[in-house]
Nanobody, 121 residues
Framework: QVQLVESGGGLVQAGGSLRLSCAAS????????MAWFRQAPGKEREFVAR???????YYGDSVKGRFTISRDNAKNTVYLQMNSLKPEDTAVYFCAASEVVTSRTSLYGFWGRGTQVTVSS
C-alpha cells in the first residue's frame, strides 16, 4: 500500500514554471513505478510522464522538452518540473503509483487527490 499527496500547484502566467511534488508513504516506495497524469475539465485523464523504479523516464508527447520528472527515493517523493507552461497545460495534476510499466490510467492502483495548475494567457 502507498498513499500519495500532491502539492505545488497554483496560478502561473504562460511561459512560467511550477514544480509539483508528490509525497508517498510506505516503505516500498522505491519499488513502484511513479507517474503524473492530468485532467482538464470535460476531458479524459491524460498521461504526462513516468519514472520507473530503475529511474528510466518516459514523457507524453505534449510535454516533451518542457517538463521533467524525477524521484528521490530517500525522501519518498516524486517531482514534476514544468517549464514554458501554456494555457492548455491547465488541469488537475495527479500523482500515481503502479507495480507495472505502463502509461494506462487503469493500471495505476494508487492515486493522490490532485493539485490544480492554472496557466493564464
Amino acid at each position: 500500500q502507498v498513499q500519495l499527496v500532491e502539492s505545488g500547484g497554483g496560478l502561473v502566467q504562460a511561459g512560467g514554471s511550477l514544480r509539483l511534488s508528490c509525497a508517498a508513504s510506505g516503505r516500498t516506495f522505491s519499488s513502484y513505478n511513479m507517474a503524473w497524469f492530468r485532467q482538464a475539465p470535460g476531458k479524459e485523464r491524460e498521461f504526462v510522464a513516468r519514472v520507473l523504479w530503475s529511474s528510466s523516464i518516459y514523457y507524453g508527447d505534449s510535454v516533451k522538452g518542457r517538463f521533467t520528472i524525477s524521484r528521490d527515493n530517500a525522501k519518498n517523493t516524486v517531482y514534476l518540473q514544468m517549464n514554458s507552461l501554456k494555457p492548455e497545460d491547465t488541469a488537475v495534476y495527479f500523482c500515481a503509483a503502479s507495480e507495472v510499466v505502463t502509461s494506462r490510467t487503469s493500471l495505476y492502483g494508487f492515486w493522490g487527490r490532485g493539485t490544480q495548475v492554472t496557466v493564464s494567457s
